[in-house]
Every structure is written in C-alpha cells, then in structure tokens.
C-alpha cells in the first residue's frame, strides 16, 4: 500500500523581531543580594513561627545487642534481671518523673521514706542498690542524678544535650551492664 508523500519543511512565519527587555540591575555584589533574600525569608519563617536548624537529623534507634531496640527500650525490658527491691523501683520511678532538664532531683532520704512510708535506712540500701548498677547516683547530699540513657529516649535531644553537658566519660563512667539471668536447671 503506498504511504502519503511527505511536504517538504516550510518556513516558520515572520514574526516580530524584538529584544526582550534587560532585567532590572540586582546589588550582587558579592553574594549581596543572596544574603538579602536570605534574610527576609529566615524573618519571614520567624513571623510565621516556624524554626529553622542545622543540626543532622536524629537517628532514631541505637541498638543494643541484636535485637532492633534502642538503648533506653532494652533498659526498661530487662529491668527486672537487677533484682531491684520494691523500695528501690519505687525510688526510680520517683526519680523518672521527677528529675529536671539535668535528670537532677532534689530530695532526701528522710522525705522519700515519709511518702513511701518506711525506714530511711531501707531507702538508704535502695539508693545503694540503684548506685551499683549506675541508674542514679549522688552528686552532693540531696541531690541526685538518674543515668542519661534511663531518664531520656535514645538520640532525643534532650538526651544529647545532656550529655554533652555532662561529657563524653558519663556514659563509661556510668556504664549500665544488664545482667544475664541463668536459668535454675542449667546449674
């Protein structure tokens, strides 16, 4: 079957030859004019109350071992190979709830025995026992620090700027080991 002839190429139409106009002169001296819009958009992002950071995205798991957990997940899923006393969690939770930005609290031994109505001595041996496995420990008398990777989700930034603020050694200084359990017929 024979196909249509092609028509040769045409010439475009005449059309109106004109410049386009020049843009208006810009101050760009030296990245000027860059820093300027720069600026009016940073107010413009603060009018609207927006924020504006340069710090690397949070990384939202550390893992621990093996498992797909972050660090603070596997502390609170294997707090009970401590053996902790119930004085002694209840002291922790006590602490949990009430430390400040520095995972600092202030109280005593005599005011914590009063609300969970026993002995000071009893709180003393549950502090004791929160100090040997670096939960929380005492920075003067009636002020204690709970560990940095208990009181605060792992890589939050609050946890971060903590421990920048406390420095590299807290967390080897304060190293929080998690028992292994041996089962009872494996003995």
């Known amino acids: 079957m024979a196909q249509p002839q092609r028509r040769s190429a045409q010439p475009p139409a005449k059309a109106a030859v004109g410049l386009t106009p020049a843009p208006a002169p810009q101050d760009t001296i030296d990245g000027v004019e860059s820093a ?42 294997n707090l009970w190979k401590f053996g902790f006393s119930e004085t002694a969690r209840n002291v922790l939770d006590h602490l949990t709830v009430h430390h400040d930005e520095d995972a600092l609290t202030k109280m005593t031994q005599k005011t914590l025995a009063s609300k969970f109505g026993c002995s000071q001595s009893k709180i003393s041996r549950s502090i004791g026992q929160l100090t040997k496995h670096n939960f929380a420990w005492k920075e003067r008398p009636g002020l204690y ?28 200084k304060y190293e929080i080991v998690i028992p292994t359990v041996r089962n009872e017929a494996s003995r």
């Open 145 to 172: 620090r709970l560990h940095p990777l208990y009181c605060y989700r792992w890589g939050s930034v609050k946890q971060r700027r903590l421990l920048t603020k406390l420095g590299k050694g807290t967390l080897t």
């Open 36 to 77: 300027r819009q720069l600026l009016t958009k940073l107010e413009e992002l603060a009018r609207k109350g927006g924020t504006f950071s340069t710090n690397a995205p949070i990384k939202p798991y550390a893992f621990y071992g093996g498992k797909h957990m972050s660090t603070s997940q596997a502390l609170q899923e």
